[in-house]
């Protein structure tokens, strides 16, 4: 085999190295937008879905089948979403309800589980904390 005929062979096959290249990229990028596509449209579904959670949270005590007094429900959001004081309205509580909403296929977290089991299981205590006299009424001269 001449020099001429190796040259000719070796720029075919780096030419043809340069094509496969070019076309897989052009694969690769159109896979890529479908991809990003899918992933975008999953994205906006999933933040819709968490948004209406959030809002129906909000709205719940508001809702013709919420069994307390809306006035007596107080929203908390984390560990739990609200706390009602039955018998708020009446200036004497009887009794206190931690409220956890959901909708949908949703859940209870680890962290909620663990609130509810605390409850059922009246590892529940009051306590008082007394701010210091000095922060209230500041430094005496």
Known sequence: MDLLTLSVIIVLVAAAAWVGYLIGKAAMRRRLSADVEAIRADAV????????????????????DFPWRPTEARFIGKPVDFIVFKGLDGKAV????????????????????????????????????????????????
């Open 45 to 64: 579904k999933r933040s819709r879905s968490v948004l209406a959670g959030q809002f129906s949270e909000q709205l719940a005590p508001f809702l013709p």
């Open 94 to 141: 009887s009794e206190v309800v931690f409220v956890e909403v959901k909708s949908g296929k949703s859940g209870l977290s680890g962290t909620e589980r663990s609130l509810r089991d605390a409850v059922k299981e009246r590892r529940v205590t009051w306590a008082e904390y007394r701010v210091p006299d000095d922060v209230t009424r500041g430094k005496e001269e």
